[in-house]
Nanobody
Framework: QVPLVESGGGLVQAGGSLRLSCAAS????????MGWFRQAPGKEREFVAA????????SYADSVKGRFTISRGNAKNTAYLQMNSLKPEDTAVYYC????????????????WGQGTQVTVSS
């Protein structure tokens, strides 16, 4: 059973917006940090954004600062990624992840992953 399930991906024109959702499945992640990563074809998985367990702190990759916003649901068991002003270079499979403790920016720091959702931005 996949512990995290992403949704909200799709095809959008450059300059458009999408909102990704991540929901826990089969367990709770209320006291875990959660992050979003992405992987484009032929490239390594890269950090996008992270939020700590109480949503008091966030972190963003420089490439998405000012355009993307990460948040958590009231039950802290869900995470969202609001993506605005999308660019073709944002095209990738987006993954949600969770880890104990503080936020991290390296994929191997996260022990729980979803299966990913495709985001395609056309020019």
């Amino acid at each position: 059973q996949v512990p995290l399930v992403e949704s909200g991906g799709g095809l959008v024109q450059a300059g458009g917006s999408l909102r990704l959702s991540c929901a826990a499945s089969g367990r709770t992640f209320g006291n875990y940090a959660m992050g979003w990563f992405r992987q484009a074809p032929g490239k390594e998985r890269e950090f996008v954004a992270a939020i700590n367990w109480d949503a008091g702190s966030t972190s963003y990759a420089d490439s998405v600062k000012g355009r993307f916003t990460i948040s958590r649901g009231n039950a802290k068991n869900t995470a969202y990624l609001q993506m605005n002003s999308l660019k073709p270079e944002d095209t990738a499979v987006y993954y949600c992840a969770a880890r104990r403790g503080a936020m991290g920016v390296i994929p191997r720091e996260y022990g729980y992953w979803g299966q990913g959702t495709q985001v395609t931005v056309s020019s």
